[in-house]
């Protein structure tokens, strides 16, 4: 049963009855849902200030998870780019160097990559964490363009490894005749007196004393270019040439055991010592060429003597004498 309402009127001065309109009762309604409504409101707004929403929460580990795994691929690309200059210091300082070529320009190696709008479709998705992912993206970039120059480097090197290869093989590194005890080396090169006409004349070449037969070895690879027969001068002779400026020639021999156009490596049998042309006794006329040049061969002997054998060799060269031929 609802409760009846007084109120003191002064002007009759008796308690009179609240009469309750439907105005008032909408007026009350009214008041207390509006009460209500903020409230909630309220409520609402203190829930979301302290509490996530499944949802919310569900983003916020997504985006969590996402700078973990954009930290975690940051760290790989500064190990990938520790690895990569690590690589590059050896391509420099060790391959470069070693195989005598000049290092990389630095300026080569840290220019940027090209384009103002390269990541303009990065920036058109208007993403949270858009710098971060710009800068990883140009660092990725750049790491491939570190790889790629690297890449070109370690195939010159290759180039170059092979090149050297081929050098070394074609210097004139061995002596052309069997000479274990260094008796052979009868004259060295310079000036010497001229077996026939007895005055002072350059020795362009060394003289290995040895019998007639005695075999003759190629000095180094290369190709035999020239054979010819003649009964003065050098007599039978023959020249190889070596590429890379390198040429040697052996003279007075008494046969050849190779052909025009014959491809030769180092220690090869090439032919015998004899006595043909303007010689007084069996003997090989052995010179060098660098460049055109004539070079005293003696100091090509390095492969097949130590120290001691090279320094007797030396001593034996130095001897002014006569020499055997021409």
Same mark, same amino acid.
């Given at each position: 049963?609802?409760?009846?309402?007084?109120?003191?009127?002064?002007?009759?001065?008796?308690? $009179?009855? %609240?009469?309750?309109?439907?105005?008032?009762?909408?007026?009350?309604?009214?008041?207390?849902?509006?009460?209500?409504?903020?409230?909630?409101?309220?409520?609402?707004?203190?829930?979301?200030?302290?509490?996530?929403?499944?949802?919310?929460?569900?983003?916020?580990?997504?985006?969590? $998870?996402?700078?973990? *795994?954009?930290?975690?691929?940051?760290?790989?690309?500064?190990? *990938?780019?520790?690895?990569?200059?690590?690589?590059?210091? #050896?391509?420099?300082?060790?391959?470069?160097?070693?195989?005598?070529? $000049?290092? %990389?320009?630095?300026?080569?190696?840290?220019?940027?990559?090209?384009?103002?709008?390269?990541?303009? @479709?990065?920036k058109k998705k208007d993403l949270v964490h858009e710098d971060f992912i710009i800068k990883l993206h140009e660092r990725v970039d750049k790491l491939?363009?570190?790889?790629?120059?690297?890449?070109?480097?370690?195939?010159?090197? &290759?180039?170059?490894?092979?090149?050297?290869?081929?050098?070394?093989?074609?210097?004139?590194? &061995?002596?052309?005749?069997?000479?274990?005890?260094?008796?052979?080396?009868?004259?060295?090169?310079?000036?010497? %007196?001229?077996?026939?006409?007895?005055?002072?004349?350059?020795?362009?070449?060394?003289?290995?004393?040895a019998a007639i037969g005695t075999p003759i070895y190629a000095t180094a690879d290369g190709i035999i270019d020239k054979l010819e027969v003649s009964?003065?001068?050098?007599?039978?002779?023959?020249? &190889?040439?070596?590429?890379?400026?390198?040429?040697?020639?052996?003279?007075?021999?008494?046969?050849?055991?190779?052909?025009?156009?014959?491809?030769?490596? #180092?220690? @090869?049998? %090439?032919?015998?010592?004899?006595?043909?042309? *303007?010689?007084?006794a069996p003997h090989l006329h052995y010179e060098v060429f660098v460049n055109g040049i004539h070079v005293n061969p003696i100091h090509y002997f390095?492969?097949?003597?130590?120290?001691?054998?090279?320094?007797?060799?030396?001593?034996?060269?130095?001897?002014?004498?006569?020499?055997?031929?021409?």
């Amino acid at each position: 049963m609802a409760r009846i309402k007084y109120y003191y009127d002064t002007e009759t001065c008796k308690y $009179e009855r %609240i009469k309750t309109t439907s105005g008032d009762i909408f007026l009350n309604a009214l008041g207390l849902l509006s009460l209500t409504l903020a409230m909630a409101v309220g409520l609402v707004v203190l829930y979301s200030n302290y509490f996530e929403s499944p949802r919310e929460l569900l983003l916020s580990n997504e985006v969590k $998870e996402m700078e973990y *795994l954009y930290q975690n691929l940051s760290k790989e690309v500064n190990k *990938l780019d520790n690895e990569l200059a690590y690589l590059e210091h #050896r391509d420099d300082n060790i391959y470069r160097a070693v195989l005598g070529a $000049e290092p %990389i320009d630095k300026s080569v190696r840290e220019a940027g990559v090209g384009g103002v709008d390269r990541y303009e @479709d990065i920036k058109k998705k208007d993403l949270v964490h858009e710098d971060f992912i710009i800068k990883l993206h140009e660092r990725v970039d750049k790491l491939k363009r570190k790889v790629y120059i690297e890449s070109k480097s370690q195939d010159d090197v &290759i180039a170059l490894a092979e090149n050297k290869e081929k050098l070394f093989a074609a210097i004139p590194a &061995i002596q052309p005749v069997a000479n274990k005890e260094l008796i052979a080396l009868a004259s060295g090169f310079g000036m010497r %007196i001229h077996p026939v006409y007895k005055v002072r004349k350059m020795h362009t070449g060394v003289d290995f004393a040895a019998a007639i037969g005695t075999p003759i070895y190629a000095t180094a690879d290369g190709i035999i270019d020239k054979l010819e027969v003649s009964f003065s001068g050098y007599g039978k002779q023959l020249e &190889i040439d070596h590429g890379f400026g390198y040429r040697t020639r052996f003279a007075h021999m008494h046969g050849f055991a190779v052909r025009f156009g014959q491809k030769v490596k #180092r220690g @090869d049998l %090439i032919g015998y010592v004899g006595e043909t042309g *303007l010689s007084t006794a069996p003997h090989l006329h052995y010179e060098v060429f660098v460049n055109g040049i004539h070079v005293n061969p003696i100091h090509y002997f390095f492969n097949d003597l130590n120290a001691k054998e090279y320094e007797k060799i030396i001593e034996l060269a130095s001897i002014e004498n006569q020499s055997l031929g021409m």
